[in-house]
Structure formats: structure tokens, C-alpha cells
């Protein structure tokens, strides 16, 4: 089949292209809501690297497949959880810094009071 949107040539019931891309679209979407709860909830979050010498990948919030760059997180990968507001950005992937940056809420966007985190576990 050919799909009209992308105009590639796909098989089975839809467009694995444009299914991929959706989802990611779908998953950046929700990070725009979860990021300023977590941010503000102190929780913790979690991170992945390949190698001891890699800067860390910022592991999406419920999404624990691929990071804020977009980057894969396929195991065996090294995981540990961190505070983000207390590290170093040295330590973390630049890519997945530049996007979290442009999540972060602001001083005031940050909501007052803090909804049920639904999903968001206290680590
Ligand atoms: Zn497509
Ligand atoms: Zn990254």
C-alpha cells in the first residue's frame, strides 16, 4: 500500500513510518503535561547509558523505551534514577538537556496545587 500522507510504500494494516511518528508525537504531548508535575513533585528521574563513559539519556516519563532526544533505550543499557534539578549537566545527553529545557515550566506555570500525580510513581 502506498500511504498518503508520507507517500511510502508500506505492508500490513497501517504505515509503520507514520504510526512511529504519531505515537512519538502522542508521547511528546503527554510530556508537556507530566514534566512541570514531576519537576514540581521532587520526584526522581530516570536515566540511561550504554557505556560508564556516556553522558546519561533522560528516560521519557512513562515511556520507558525512548528518551527526551528520541534516542532508543533498548537494554542491556545502564539505569539508575537522578535528581534532575541537581545534576550536573555535564552528566547528561545534551540533546535530551535542549528538549527538557523547553518543557520545564516556568515560575509561573507551575501549578500551586498538585494534582494526583496519576501514574507518576514517587520513586
Ligand atoms: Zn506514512
Ligand atoms: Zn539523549
Known amino acids: 500500500m502506498l500511504c498518503l500522507?508520507?507517500?511510502?510504500?508500506y505492508y500490513g494494516l497501517a504505515c509503520s513510518d507514520c504510526t512511529a511518528r504519531k505515537s512519538q508525537a502522542a508521547f511528546m504531548e503527554l510530556q508537556r503535561r507530566l514534566v512541570p508535575l514531576a519537576i514540581r513533585s521532587g520526584a526522581l528521574?530516570?536515566?540511561a547509558?550504554?557505556?560508564?563513559?556516556?553522558?546519561?539519556?533522560?528516560?521519557?516519563?512513562?515511556?520507558?523505551?525512548h528518551a527526551f532526544c528520541g534516542a532508543p533505550l533498548e537494554a542491556p543499557m545502564m539505569r539508575t534514577v537522578i535528581?534532575?534539578?541537581?545534576?550536573?549537566?555535564?552528566?547528561?545527553c545534551p540533546a535530551c538537556v535542549k528538549v527538557l529545557e523547553g518543557l520545564m515550566p516556568t515560575e509561573d506555570e507551575l501549578p500551586d496545587t498538585l494534582p494526583e500525580p496519576e501514574g507518576i510513581e514517587a520513586r
Not at 500522507?5 to 510504500?9: A, E, F, G, L, M
Not at 556516556?54 to 521519557?60: G, I, K, M
Open 5 to 9: 500522507t508520507c507517500k511510502t510504500h
Open 49 to 65: 547509558r550504554k557505556k560508564r563513559s556516556d553522558p546519561y539519556h533522560v528516560e521519557l516519563l512513562q515511556e520507558n523505551t
Open 83 to 92: 535528581d534532575l534539578t541537581k545534576a550536573t549537566k555535564a552528566t547528561l
Open 45 to 47: 528521574w530516570r536515566v
